[in-house]
Structure formats: structure tokens, C-alpha cells
């Protein structure tokens, strides 16, 4: 069938206890009866002032419940959902709204300085919403008051499956674009991979059966922002299930608040972005081990940043009963790849099982043979998105036709190992050229995360007369550790040729990561020229 979320929300929400938990985001907690009407009153109150089918609505601010209320209530509007990235600056965030054609813009109070910035050039935007405790500024609606406008019935709409959820990513290199899902294939790309698993519910009035039979969903707690797409996707997906979404309230991830969330609330899944969040969360464990009651974590997903095969067998000693997802995904190809690892055994770091849409093709788009050492880009193949929005050049490159078939082709490189199995390399667009020698900087980077003076790692390439591009580490040392780089370089070259060992090694002065956990490739990059002197 054709699917959309709004939909969905309407069927399960009256088969749902009234008292069962929603959202849960420290003290407070908004049960599925209050949500459902708070969802209704706000699409309709929206709607009310003149917001229409199909309008954009920018989300500015940082993870709490009524990011995942504001997404119901599009859904149910049939509004598109644009992320902000709250970490911009006033002129980011402006291309943001203005790029998008956002109509609406919802915001956490902590932002209102830069949209009275901004409000004057926002002249696309008809409606500002301002979650606050207080008084909103004065061009503002109050959020609460929306919520408690109306009786909480469902809003009267016919909706499409070809309503759309935007997913604005910045990727490596570019401005941000704005990747257009439609709802059906949206679901259709979750259910595709739950089919693996068992029988799905294919249709409406199964899927409320299921939760008839079963009771509410299961309690997800998502670490990284849901303003990126590895939050995003996975709580939208835990409240269409009618499950739980649990946040967390630090500005910045906090693996001790993090455990005692787990502790208290009791998650079954949990969503984390690679070592970035894994390592300081096993390093909590570490520190007291048996203080926190991880037992019912049956498994922990992650997508978009190298998670350790080092780290994740570190885990599995606090939970070895939980099943450890690595997602090979990103906003415009959900599903290239998985690896599962589980306490009975491990999988190296980087390599994935190809999913059944997924296809490798070489630079003359011939397909990769298995075991070859041929090196290719990965493929996946329909449901797709429809490409970015308002660039139609960017859409042509990374959604190419092949063989009769629409592949998303977002620039992932990897060798196919004989198993079919295969070994990311990297994204080419930061891929290094040195002396002619391609380098893809997270086989780098992972083989000096192997070093214990080292907690984590970015390698770039900078400017150079002999090589053209060198490759350069810029590395953030574990507590109480030195730098010594020849040292770090001799360990780089037991297990890496001798090309891809860094040319110099520098100490970082400036975050490596977004709070997404994601790699600040444009930062890294910046602090090697300055510190070398390289002009530019």
C-alpha cells in the first residue's frame, strides 16, 4: 500500500494506551494521549494561520520533545519538515530558511537572538513559533498556547503519499542541500529492511492489529541531534511504531547523563554516531563498572561515522546480551550497508554486508566483481529520494540512471571483498590525491585511533609542492599523553603503505566533531594550513 506518516498516526493512536509514555526528556514526560492532542491542535492551529499543504517548516532547535510533536504535526498538516542546523552561524542559518522557502519557523527561546537577526530578511516567513516558558518576542506565537488550542481531534485532511520530509545535510564539501523523501518511500526503505527480519505489517489496519495484539512500541533513546538524519529517522521511526522517544538535556552529548537515562527509563534501543559517542560512553561504563543497570538495551544503532570493531567489543562486556547495528547509510542513500555484531562475534571495523538494493559500480559504471581489488563507488538502488531540492546539477550527479535503474551514488568508495562483503574506503570528495596515490582518510584515521596516546583523528590533505596534496593527521590526545609523531607515524606504517602515512602529525587546538559526532573536515583542514602556514 501507499503509506503516509500522518496516516499512520491517526490509525494507532486510538489502539494506544492514553497513559503510555511518548516522550520522555528528563523530568518531564508527555504520554501518548496528551501528544496525540497536542499534535492535532498544533496542525491545525498552523493551518489556521495560513500555513498550507506542502509549505516548509524550519526546525530550530535542539533535541526535546517538541521537535518530535512539531514532525507529527506536519505530518498530520501535510507541512514539509526542513532541520536547522543549530550549531550555524545567523548567516548559515538564514540560507537555511531561505533556501528552503521555509513559511514557518519553530524555535527554542536560547535562539531567539538570531532570529530577531534575521527576521527582517525573512520575508518568505509568514509565521514564527517560539517554544518558551516565558513570554515569545513580539513578532512571536507561543508554542504552548498552539498546543492548547482546539479539542485534540484529528485534523480533517486527505493526505498523499507523496508528501515530503526535507533532510538538509551539509556533507563534506558545498553549501547544505535539501534531500526530498517522500513519506511512502520513506517507510517503504524502513519496512525493506525490517522485512529481513520477519513478517511486517503491509498495511494500515495490520499495523494496528500489531499494536493491538502487542501493546505500544519499544523506548528508543536517540544521543545525536535529531536535527541530522541518524536521530531524525530513528525516532521518527520508534513514534510511528507508537513506541517511546527518550532525549537527553545537555547542550553537548554527556555519556554519564546518557547511562543514567538508561538507567532510569529503561530504553531498548539506543542510537549513537560511531566512536565519537561510543568511546566516551564506554569509557563511563569503564570508570564504574556495574553502576549503571544497562539491562535492557537490546540493541544500539549507529550510521555515518567509523564505530570500532576496539569499542564495540568494549560494549559488549557492560552488554553483552545487546546486538550492535552499524548502518551504512547516509541522508540520500538510507541502507547501502549493515554490520552486526553481537558478543558470539566480531566483524572488523569498516566492512558491511552489502543490502539487497545495493550495487558497486567502477568509474566506467561496471559492475565491481567480488574479490577483484578493484575499488568502486557504492550504489542503491529505488525507493530513492527525488533528489535536492532547487539543484537540479547536484541531483544529475549524485542520482544517476545505470543499466535502466535511478541509483543514489552519494560518493562512498570501497573494495568488494569474495564473500560480497565490503570495505569502506571513504567519501571521495575528500579523498586525497598524493602523488597520484589515492588516500581516503578513515583508514588513516582508524589506524592511529589504534594508538593509546590517541583519542580520535581527522587526515586531510594540504597543499604541497612534491606531492601535491600531503596527507596530514590532526589528532586529539588522550588524557595525560604527549605528542610524538614519529612515533605516531611508525605505528601508522606497521599496517598502512607508506603514501598514506601522515607527512606531520599536529595536535588539535579546535573540535574535530559536530555534536552529531560527524567529522569537521572544513575545520581540520583550516587548523593543519594555519598551523603549517599555508596561505589559503
Not at 513570554?135 to 504552548?144: I, L, S
Not at 521518527?236 to 552529548?253: E, Y
Not at 585511533?449 to 583523528?457: F, G, N, S, V, Y
Request: aromatic share 6%; charged share 25%; with cysteine.
Amino acid at each position: 500500500m501507499a503509506w503516509n506518516f500522518g496516516d499512520i498516526l491517526d490509525a494507532i493512536a486510538p489502539v494506544l494506551p492514553p497513559d503510555a509514555p511518548a516522550l520522555i526528556h528528563g523530568e518531564r514526560m508527555i504520554t501518548w494521549g496528551e501528544t496525540t492532542r497536542r499534535s492535532n491542535n498544533l496542525a491545525r492551529a498552523l493551518l489556521a494561520r495560513g500555513a498550507e499543504p506542502g509549505d516548509k517548516v524550519a526546525f530550530y532547535m535542539r533535541n526535546r520533545p517538541e521537535y518530535v510533536e512539531t514532525v507529527a504535526a506536519c505530518f498530520k498538516a501535510r507541512l514539509t519538515h526542513v532541520n536547522v542546523n543549530y550549531r550555524y552561524t545567523a548567516d548559515e542559518v538564514f540560507y537555511i530558511f531561505d533556501n528552503s522557502d521555509a513559511t514557518v519557523v519553530v524555535y527554542g527561546a536560547e535562539f531567539r537572538g538570531i532570529i530577531e537577526q534575521l527576521k527582517d530578511r525573512l520575508t518568505k516567513v509568514r509565521l514564527f513559533v517560539e517554544i518558551t516558558d516565558a513570554e515569545p518576542a513580539g513578532f512571536a506565537v507561543r508554542y504552548d498556547d498552539l498546543v492548547a488550542e482546539g479539542d485534540g481531534a484529528p485534523v480533517d485532511i486527505v493526505r498523499s503519499p507523496d508528501d515530503l520530509l526535507f533532510i538538509y545535510t551539509g556533507g563534506t564539501t558545498g553549501m547544505p542541500k535539501g534531500v526530498m523523501w517522500t513519506h511512502d518511500d520513506l517507510r517503504e526503505v524502513s519496512l525493506s529492511a525490517a522485512r529481513r527480519m520477519g513478517p511486517v505489517p503491509e498495511t494500515l489496519d495490520e499495523l494496528v492489529e500489531s499494536i493491538k495484539a502487542v501493546g505500544p512500541g519499544a523506548r528508543l533513546l536517540p544521543a545525536p541531534p535529531l536535527m541530522h538524519g541518524t536521530g531524525l529517522l530513528t525516532a521518527i521511526g520508534a513514534h510511528v511504531a507508537g513506541g517511546c522517544v527518550i532525549t537527553l538535556q545537555h547542550a553537548s552529548f554527556d555519556p554519564v547523563e546518557m547511562l543514567e537515562a538508561i538507567d532510569r527509563h529503561r530504553p531498548q534501543g539506543l542510537v549513537i554516531v560511531g566512536d565519537a559517542f561510543a568511546r566516551p560512553l564506554l569509557q563511563a561504563l569503564d570508570a564504574e563498572p556495574g553502576r549503571y543497570d544497562v539491562s535492557s538495551v537490546a540493541g544500539i544503532v549507529s550510521s555515518g561515522v567509523m564505530w570500532s570493531v576496539e569499542i564495540k567489543r568494549g560494549l559488549l562486556r557492560h552488554m553483552p546480551q545487546a546486538v550492535l547495528q552499524d548502518g551504512f547509510s547516509s541522508s540520500e542513500a538510507i541502507g547501502m550497508g549493515t554490520s552486526v555484531m553481537t558478543s558470539a562475534g566480531e566483524v572488523p571495523t569498516a566492512k558491511f554486508m552489502l543490502g539487497e538494493r545495493c550495487k558497486v559500480f567502477d568509474e566506467n559504471d561496471q559492475l565491481v566483481t567480488p574479490g577483484s581489488g578493484v575499488s568502486g563507488v557504492v550504489a542503491i538502488g529505488p525507493p530513492n529520494p527525488l533528489g535536492y531540492y532547487k539543484d537540479e546539477d547536484k541531483t544529475a550527479r549524485t542520482f544517476r540512471t545505470i543499466g535502466g535503474v535511478r541509483y543514489s551514488i552519494p560518493g562512498d568508495w570501497c573494495v568488494v571483498e569474495p564473500d560480497g562483503s565490503l570495505t569502506l574506503l571513504g567519501r571521495g570528495s575528500v579523498c586525497i590525491n598524493t602523488a597520484g596515490e589515492k588516500v581516503f582518510p578513515e583508514e588513516v584515521e582508524e589506524a592511529l585511533k589504534t594508538h593509546p596516546a590517541i583519542e580520535d583523528a581527522l587526515v586531510v590533505g594540504v597543499p604541497d609542492e612534491t606531492w601535491g596534496q600531503a596527507v596530514t593527521a590532526v589528532v586529539q590526545l588522550a588524557p595525560g599523553e604527549g605528542l610524538d609523531e614519529e612515533a605516531l607515524r611508525r605505528h601508522v606504517r606497521q599496517s598502512l603503505a607508506g603514501y598514506k602515512t601522515p607527512k606531520r602529525v599536529l595536535a588539535a587546538d579546535v573540535a574535530l566533531r559536530a555534536p552529531n559526532g560527524k567529522a569537521d573536515y572544513k575545520t581540520a583542514t583550516a587548523f593543519a594550513r594555519a598551523q603549517l602556514g599555508i596561505a589559503g
